[in-house]
């Protein structure tokens, strides 16, 4: 089994398209039967710990258990996902997760599970998860098209919410005839199809010259392109913003079903469940509000419609009313999720995709990890109705704080490779790993362009940074106006070869607009040099 993304065409995708490319068909498959084996999981672990603890702050720790390890965890799966095989990778995870599935259901079975080792266990899972999550995100854009990518994120959505629908609804009749066990350990076998599917593929690998770069040197890296990507920037403020109060519903549903009338497992299961009826239907509808509606106008809309249904979810108390509302938070949710995941996608070009993503996913757990344990500690103090009434007002005031980040528009910019920067001269003397290394580029520029010119350099300066350098500074020469040098530093030979590998097409874009503010026959100098041993 191969990709055939480049099989694909590049025009825009159906709703359906993506799943014509074998690879991605049986991989979706795959994780739609997992998915349902998580949802199922998180019904029993959700309903266990309200059995074994009553206390919102313990039934809202199980959240933060699962979500607080991608907080934790990310960054260094995106190095490591971006320095080694990612199928490789993703297969020993999916065998971690199992094993530790497999764990909880002998603790359940056994009756020997507490509370406190119930959290240890969940955090194990979100463990897992945080270490998969980078990985599985990256791999997209290698098994579609870049025009199919908005296309495939949604039916990766949709596989979620599908498996919300049925998994939730089937572990509440499981755990009232066969117990929380039996729900772990279906869990444990679901693993089995992902790992099938990802023995089969054939992944090719990536090419360059260059050696593979370390683990500790991969993070730095990592960090320091989310730092200096004002793209990525605007989708994690925008998620912020969202998740932050979101979390308030997911870590006090559990609750919530307990305390309806003849609240029960199946009760807790049917709310999850309509969620995901919700967040089916909202995937069908995607495409067409994708066509009509900004990406901003999207998310700010689905924040305002998450927000009233956190307000019915704490006033009401009639199952068919709050099931209705748990749809609407579903649709809602589906929505600001694809978004702010397409836009992450995007704004990052393969070499630090993974990586990227981590960051942008370590800071949506890290959120709910936090609004879960906010959102329970008021709850214990104010009641759960006071708790979602603050939360959804919190929602839709960040509507308004956050508008100026707009990702719209983020997938116009070109990343693809741009390898068009000459291999730099060196005497036989220089090795690689010297270092650090000092490049200085001369510029010429038309007096009438001085001020456009000085603009784009600060552009050019973040782009600089952004793939490596840890210094980068302009100057102007004293003796005669107009002339500049632009200096930055990296810290190794190879890290300055690994530049000239980064440069995107959206790059090189902005350096030949540079070239343009030029004197005619007076193109930039480059010089290069390293500190010596």
Not at 216 to 233: D, E, F, Q, T, V
Not at 324 to 331: D, Q
Not at 382 to 409: E, K, Y
Request: glycine share 8%; with cysteine.
């Amino acid at each position: 089994m191969n990709s055939t993304a480049a099989t694909a065409t590049d025009s825009a995708a159906s709703a359906w398209s993506p799943l014509a490319l074998p690879l991605f068909r049986w991989l979706w498959v795959a994780t739609l039967a997992s998915n349902v084996g998580t949802w199922m999981h998180e019904i029993g672990a959700g309903w266990m710990m309200t059995s074994l603890s009553p206390s919102p702050v313990m039934v809202a720790l199980v959240q933060t258990a699962t979500t607080l390890p991608v907080f934790l965890l990310a960054l260094p799966a995106g190095a490591l996902a971006d320095i080694v095989d990612r199928r490789r990778y993703l297969i020993g995870v999916q065998i971690w997760l199992a094993g530790v599935a497999t764990l909880l259901a002998g603790f359940a079975f056994g009756g020997q599970m507490t509370a406190w080792s119930l959290l240890a266990l969940t955090f194990g899972m979100g463990a897992g998860a945080a270490m998969m999550m980078p990985a599985w995100a990256s791999i997209l854009p290698e098994i579609v098209p870049r025009a199919e990518l908005p296309a495939a994120i949604a039916l990766n959505s949709l596989g979620v919410n599908v498996a919300r629908a049925v998994g939730p609804a089937v572990a509440g009749l499981i755990v009232s005839f066969a117990g929380t066990g039996a729900v772990f350990a279906l869990n444990a076998v679901s693993y089995t199809g992902v790992i099938w599917v990802l023995t089969s593929w054939q992944r090719a690998a990536t090419a360059s010259e260059l050696p593979t770069e370390r683990f500790m040197g991969s993070m730095r890296a990592g960090i320091r392109y989310a730092r200096h990507a004002p793209a990525l920037h605007a989708a994690i403020i925008r998620g912020c913003g969202f998740f932050l109060f979101a979390s308030a519903a997911w870590g006090l549903l559990p609750l919530i079903a307990r305390r309806l009338p003849d609240g029960g497992p199946e009760t807790f299961g049917a709310l999850v469940a309509a969620i995901g009826v919700g967040a089916v239907c909202g995937a069908f509808l995607l495409p067409r509000l994708r066509a009509m509606l900004s990406r901003d106008v999207l998310v700010a809309s689905a924040t305002a419609a998450y927000a009233v249904a956190m307000l019915v979810l704490g006033n009401f108390s009639n199952l068919a009313v709050l099931c209705g509302a748990m749809a609407l938070s579903g649709v809602a949710w589906i929505t600001v999720l694809s978004s702010l995941q397409v836009a992450a996608q995007m704004a990052l070009p393969n070499w630090v995709r993974s990586r990227g993503l981590a960051v942008f996913m370590a800071v949506f757990m890290g959120t709910m990890a936090l609004g879960s344990v906010a959102w329970g500690q008021v709850a214990k103090l104010a009641g759960i109705p006071a708790a979602l009434s603050l939360s959804a007002a919190g929602a839709l005031l960040m509507i308004g704080v956050t508008w100026r980040w707009r990702i719209s528009g983020i997938e116009d910019a070109d990343l693809t490779p741009a390898t068009y920067w000459p291999a730099p001269t060196v005497h036989a003397g220089i090795e690689q790993d010297q270092g650090p290394v000092l490049v200085t580029v001369s510029y010429s520029v038309q007096p009438a362009r001085r001020a456009e010119f000085l603009h784009a350099m600060q552009l050019l300066g973040k782009q600089r940074k952004r793939d490596g350098a840890f210094f980068w500074s302009v100057f102007e020469d004293t003796e005669l106006p107009n002339e500049f040098i632009e200096t930055f530093s990296v810290e190794s030979w190879l890290e300055h070869l690994r530049q000239h590998e980064r440069v995107t097409g959206a790059d090189h874009e902005l350096q030949l607009q540079v070239r343009e503010m030029l004197l005619a026959g007076r193109p930039p100098q480059v010089k290069h040099f390293v500190a010596p041993r």
